[in-house]
Each structure stands twice: as C-alpha cells, then as structure tokens.
C-alpha cells in the first residue's frame, strides 16, 4: 500500500506561483511513475505532467508546457509540481498519483494509487 499526501496548494493571483509537493510512503518511491492531475468542478480529470522513476522522461499537457515544472527527489520520497504564470483556468484540485511500472502514461485510470488532492485557485 502507497500513501501519498500532497500540499503546498492555495489562493493565487493570476501571474503568481505555487510549489505543490507530494509525499510518498509505504513502498519503494523509486519504482513508481509519478503523475500530477488536475480536476475543475463538473470536469473529467486531466492530466498534467509526469516524470519516470529516473527523472529521463517527462512530459507535460499543452495547457501547462513552458509554465509548470515536475520534479522527483527520490531520496526523500517526494514528487513536486512548481506552477509559474498561473491563470484562473488552472484553477482544480490537483492530485498527484502513483504508477507501479516503468512504462509511462497519461491516462489516470492506470495509475495506483492517489492522494486526497489540494485545491489551488488562482483570482484573475
């Protein structure tokens, strides 16, 4: 069993930053793909970017391409999202998952496990 617990999110005005972070415990973090995922009210899941174990392979939506960064610290267990140039439309709650394969991808329904989600609202 993985658990994973996100913060860092929160209020923002439009053009602003947040650092989202997300812990991981309960099984090796270095086997696992990480993925951030955003959700709107009344929207389907999105995703927004994820990283391979090794940190060789990212990739991010095209909504968010220039303006967030995923990164992995595998020594402390914990993946993050730095979010730059932030809109009102990236305003969800936004949840980091877990995949346990080497093999990458984009579609939540192959990913693990979730964490409980953070809300970040950015005001225009």
């Known amino acids: 069993q993985v658990q994973l617990v996100e913060s860092g999110g929160g209020l923002v005005q439009a053009g602003g930053s947040l650092r989202l972070s997300c812990a991981a415990s309960?099984?090796?973090?270095?086997?696992?793909?990480m993925g951030w995922f955003r959700q709107a009210p009344g929207k389907e899941r999105d995703f927004v970017a994820f990283?391979?174990?090794?940190?060789?392979?990212?990739v991010y939506a095209d909504s968010v391409k220039g303006r967030f960064t995923i990164s992995r610290d595998n020594a402390k267990n914990t993946v993050y999202l730095q979010m730059n140039s932030l809109k009102p439309e990236d305003t969800a709650v936004y949840y980091c998952?877990?995949?346990?394969?080497?093999?990458?991808?984009?579609?939540?329904?192959?990913?693990?496990?979730w964490g409980q989600g953070t809300q970040v609202t950015v005001s225009s």
């Open positions: 998952a877990a995949r346990l394969s080497r093999d990458v991808t984009v579609t939540p329904q192959l990913y693990d496990y």
């Open positions: 309960g099984h090796t973090f270095s086997n696992y793909v």
């Open positions: 990283i391979n174990w090794t940190g060789s392979r990212i």
